[in-house]
């Protein structure tokens, strides 16, 4: 009898915990700095293992210590760390990329900055919905660096992962089969800083 009870308890947490899970990012406020870092330090690390029987304790300080580590912040807030466990609790049960009010980069350079890492060596920038068919991305930064740039949908599917020259002129292709929320993540060992940001497509 208590083994039925046990199974019985088991199944129905299966359905209501990750429920709560997916609602907690409306609970938790996710600022866009943090969805930033989040996505451009962390979820690369974390995307393969989408399950909604997956969660993380907001409460354990080894992984405080794990986050504050990553993402080169020894003073984040225990708030600040709460938003990080909302934001990878939600990718595990969504398997999907969390921005805040569906922010999105307004086609403009002026507006690239709020999309940068606090440390200046990424980016990691909403463009939207993309309907389908071919795109060139052009990239001119201040710094003379290398950096890798990947473009991938909010439901981790990866168009383009290329390393870029300053030797060589930064314009990257690739190409939509149908209509996809993209995103461009963007990491360098050193600061950098976006001066030009172009996204067209092809015609």
Request: with cysteine; aromatic share 12%.
């Amino acid at each position: 009898m208590t083994k039925t009870i046990y199974y019985v308890l088991m199944v129905i947490s299966l359905f209501i915990f990750p429920s709560f899970l997916v609602s907690s990012e409306n609970a938790v406020p996710i600022s866009v700095r943090s969805a930033v870092i989040f996505n451009t330090l962390c979820s690369k690390c974390h995307e393969g293992e989408c399950s909604g029987r997956l969660s993380f304790d907001t409460g354990s300080k080894t992984d405080s210590r794990h986050i504050r580590r990553y993402t080169g912040d020894a003073n984040l807030s225990k708030s600040k760390i709460k938003e990080f466990f909302t934001l990878l609790n939600y990718m595990k049960k969504k398997c999907a990329v969390y921005m805040p009010d569906n922010v999105q980069w307004k086609n403009s350079s002026k507006d690239i900055s709020r999309f940068m890492l606090p440390s200046s060596k990424g980016y990691f920038i909403p463009l939207g919905s993309l309907e389908s068919g071919k795109y060139h991305i052009k990239i001119k930064v201040r710094e003379n660096i290398h950096f890798q740039t990947e473009v991938l949908s909010n439901h981790f599917d990866h168009f383009l992962n290329q390393e870029m020259c300053p030797e060589k002129k930064n314009m990257l292709q690739f190409e939509l089969n149908r209509p996809t929320t993209v995103f461009v993540r963007i990491k360098s060992r050193s600061p950098m800083h976006i001066v030009s940001f172009k996204v067209e497509k092809d015609h």
